[in-house]
């Protein structure tokens, strides 16, 4: 069982207990503004700090690298610690690292110390989701969820506006300073509420698995952004991917031989686990990258101002405020792996319709695609986390949420990597039909294009034309949708494969330690 440790001083429960919600919905919140805001202020960064494609691409990677790759110990420091004072511990790192991100004085300290603000995200997420498991039980836990995913829905849906106006206002510094305000007050709230709760079964961090994930989904990252620069045959590329490879093939022996795994290999035999692993990777493809990608095209493909980009954002984020938590009453009537899997359909029918709008097109154009990929998004997302602690005993909570938060993060990393080297390399396959143009100045220049830095590719590429460029870049950008839509697609019919028989996790949840006492 679960132990939890009385409060020092007894307050109503129901006070404290929405007050704990509170805390950790903050705490959610500051999350994806994390994420949004830093993508609308790349241009302003890089015109301030300046720096190469591959340093501009960190500022967003780097948080989720280490966002992704420390969830998991984190969910194992919080089980055996104490959730509160790993959640306080997390928000404290977080806070710190914004304050000094909004001093930043270069590039390099930006990428290091969003890499900070990464592990501080981490180890209040696992331990915030961990401590919300024990505070609430049957259908108040799956409401608390909802808001948990609502709390994201309103950072997504409002982060990008919130940074352009700052932007506009004050500065690409004063999001940052946002986001510490918000974290410092999620951990006030946390320290006076918050109950002390761990398992008495946990044992030591499995710092092998660790170190081993980490550093293969480190070079893996590090190799998909470098590749379209090097060339994906290069000896680096080839290294780098290697030994992400070999790392990966370590990790698993480790795991497989450990007492006690940080990630236990064993549940990927139950389908239902394995579908809801599937389904948190899966919005990274069709949603998440979009949140870089599209502010990028407006901004310095468009041309629009950083509020503009902001507003434009609204319409793919604005759903999250309200279709999560109906998707959630949805689900106590029909099956939850038809809902996740209708609404990304749903998502990848928008994906092919936002192909269509080359740029230059009226804002409004834009409208609809957009709005369609955000309800279809909303559906699985009000879902997700619930569906991730009923996969394991409520004791081993901790260790849920890390694991499927690591495959949610750390799958929104990988897909930010993959699209961003994809995006990168069909840009400079279509500047190749551009009539003129040098193979050597092509590629110098097709790094900053796929990061929208179109007056920087236009100075590497003077004998082209503005139009002729956004029109390269369009076609990239076209191809890219077509292959974000079938992966989205892909995943859908897969989820509703895996996700048939919900009733089952429970039943296949209890058999577990028996199935590995067999290995």
Known sequence: MDT???????????????????????????????????????????????????????????????????????????DRYGRKRVFLLGMAVFSAAALALAAAPGIVWLDVLRAVQGLGCAMALSSGLAALAQEFDGPARARAFSLIGTAFGVGLAFGPFLAGALIAHTGWRAIFAATAAAGLAALLAAARAMRESRDPQAQGVDWPGALTFTGALSLFTYGLLQAPDSGWGSAASLGLLGGAALLLAVFIRVERR???????????????????????????????????????????????????AGRMMIALSAPMLVLPILAGMAAQRIAAAHICASGLLLAAGGLLWLSNCAPGQAPATLIGPLLLIGCGISLPWGLMDGLAISVVPVERAGMAAGIFNTTRVAGEGLALAIVSALLGTLTMAALGKVPGLALEQTALAAPFLALGELRHAGALLPQADAGELAQAYGAAFRHLLYVLASITTASALLILAFLRHPASVTTDTAALPACKAQQ
């Open 4 to 78: 939890t440790l009385p409060a020092q001083a007894p307050e109503p429960a129901t006070a404290r207990r929405t007050l704990v919600l509170a805390a950790v919905c903050l705490a959610a919140l500051c999350m994806p503004l994390s994420f949004t805001g830093p993508a609308i202020a790349i241009p302003a960064i890089a015109a301030d700090l300046h720096g190469t494609p591959l340093a501009l691409a960190w500022i967003t990677n780097a948080f989720m690298l280490s966002f992704g790759g420390c969830l998991m110990v984190a969910g194992a420091l919080a």
């Open 258 to 308: 450990a007492a006690r795994p940080m990630l236990d290999l064993t549940l990927f035999r139950l389908p239902a686990f394995a579908g809801v692993q599937l389904l948190a990777a899966a919005p990274a493809f069709s949603f998440v990258v979009l949140l870089v990608l599209l502010p990028a095209r407006f901004i310095g493909i468009e041309g629009y101002s950083a509020l503009e």
